[in-house]
């Protein structure tokens, strides 16, 4: 089935005004039979959104809308095109319990979510990984190196897979190579294979399924998925589920790059 399982909606405060509906238009011309809708789930209510616009999820009081809405344009489309009522949550280390508490509520509500890591942090003080060139910069200036930083990372992300977040826990782990995304300009000279062959392992053996996402691809800095095919490679030989997503915050770039990552 072809399936893009990572989408965002006009509930993104960094993402675009476009319709549900002109997202599900377009996943349909493009001949996808199932579609993920994952807004930034809010978060934490504890924690405090790093980013100068405070912009990086949807907020608390428009869970019940957003679940309205996208039920609404699923009974809308059923006969063209299966739709997942889902979200991105983010993997907040030292949040779990806040998170756990989330999932709780909302979970029963969800057909299919994403589990992400977004957010590093160091000396009490959180930074959002992806935000910019600029704040990137900044985070290696504060970790002290580009190793560290990709370090931590990739040890937030095997917390992800092994955290207990309750039964409503995301069974797929979204884009575990995000950290690559400003590779062009600040390379890593370290492979850290070891920490991802850590993370596939436990991935595998909780039967998680991975994200595969085109968004890497369009970004000038990254030019590849997240994740890249050497990591991909290590994933299909322990057979786990690599689930397409593009990512898209805007409806033009839903099924962007899916023959590129499932070449005939």
């Not at 005004?17 to 579609?35: C, H, N, P």
Request: aromatic share 12%; with cysteine; charged share 30%.
């Amino acid at each position: 089935m072809k399936k893009d399982g990572h989408i965002h909606t006009p509930f993104c405060p960094h993402g675009s005004s476009d319709e549900l509906r002109s997202y599900v238009y377009k996943a349909v011309t493009q001949g996808f039979e199932e579609i993920s809708f994952t807004e930034h789930a809010p978060l934490p209510p504890s924690f405090k959104d790093p980013t100068p616009l405070k912009d990086s999820a949807m907020k608390m009081s428009e869970m019940e809308l957003y679940i309205e809405q996208i039920e609404k344009v699923k009974k809308e489309f059923q006969k063209e095109v299966k739709i997942n009522v889902g979200l991105e949550v983010d993997y907040i280390n030292e949040y779990e319990e806040e998170t756990r508490q989330f999932l709780n509520t909302y979970g029963p509500y969800l057909d299919d979510s994403l589990l992400s890591v977004h957010f590093l942090n160091r000396e009490d003080s959180f930074y959002c990984l992806d935000y910019s060139e600029e704040e990137f910069e900044h985070i290696i200036t504060k970790f002290g190196s580009v190793e560290e930083v990709y370090k931590a990372y990739f040890e937030a992300v095997a917390s992800s897979v092994k955290a207990d977040l309750g039964s409503y826990k995301p069974k797929r782990i979204g884009h575990i190579t995000l950290v690559h995304k400003f590779q062009k300009k600040f390379p890593c000279e370290v492979s850290f294979q070891n920490e991802v062959l850590h993370i596939l392992h436990e991935v595998k053996n909780r039967n998680l399924e991975l994200d595969y996402n085109a968004a890497g691809f369009h970004k000038p800095l990254c030019q590849e998925a997240y994740p890249s095919k050497e990591v991909v490679a290590l994933a299909q030989q322990k057979n786990i589920p690599l689930v397409y997503g593009s990512d898209a915050h805007c409806a033009k770039d839903v099924g962007q790059s899916y023959t590129k990552l499932f070449e005939r």
